[in-house]
Structures are given as C-alpha cells and as structure tokens.
Nanobody, 126 residues
C-alpha cells in the first residue's frame, strides 16, 4: 500500500519559518510530480507548490512565490519532497497535504494526484 508520510507542521509567529517533509513509499508507487496542497477552514483546497521529480522544475501559486521553496531528494529514489516556508503569514494557516501522481505539475489540478498524505497542520499567529 502506498503511503505519503508527512512531517514538520506546527505553530509559528508571523514572519517565522517551517519546513515540511513528505516521503512516499509502498509497492507500486510511481509518480512524476509531487507537491503540496492546503486547505484552510471555510476555504477551497488549493495547490501551493509542485515539482517534477525527474528534473526538479518547480511551480508555485502567486501568493507564496518568493517565500516558499519546494525541493526533492536527489540522492535516493526521488520519493521525498520538502517545502521550506519562510516569511509565514497568518493567511498561510491551513492543513497542508502532500500529493503525488502522474500529472502536469503546473496545472495544480487535485484530480491529477493519485496519492495524498494525511495532512499536517500549519498555524501562523499574528
């Protein structure tokens, strides 16, 4: 069974940083794109950042450009991704979900992602 194991969420004050990690494992796992979606209470789910695992090309939504950096582990099988979140704002507060699948990363289409993590909470206080 394929699993996406997330870690690194927590609470931080505005302007602070957090780093999320996600490791994919399990028989049959295969994906060309990994990334992070988030959902805040009362809001729609949105893609935040994605990355092609083969060559590392990354994509971001406008609201996090220049503040968030997605990267992948190139030493192993490329099944681990990280999201470095700097200059966090209260509006970044949400449950963050790791995703993976065969997708066009730049589309940020949730339907393209076969695998989803359980989610990790990020809370930013003002």
């Amino acid at each position: 069974q394929v699993q996406l194991a997330e870690s690194g969420g927590g609470s931080v004050q505005a302007g602070g940083s957090l780093r999320l990690s996600c490791a994919a494992s399990g028989y049959g796992y295969s994906a060309n794109c990994m990334g992070w979606f988030r959902q805040a209470p009362g809001k729609d789910r949105e893609g935040v950042a994605t990355i092609y695992t083969a060559h590392g090309r990354a994509h971001y939504i406008d609201s996090v450009k220049g503040r968030f950096t997605i990267s992948r582990d190139t030493a192993g099988a490329g099944n681990t991704v990280y999201l470095q979140m700097d200059s966090l704002k209260p509006e970044d507060t949400a449950m963050y979900y790791c995703v993976a699948g065969w997708a066009k990363c730049e589309r940020f289409d949730a339907a393209d992602f076969t695998y989803w993590g359980q989610g990790t909470q990020v809370t930013v206080s003002s």
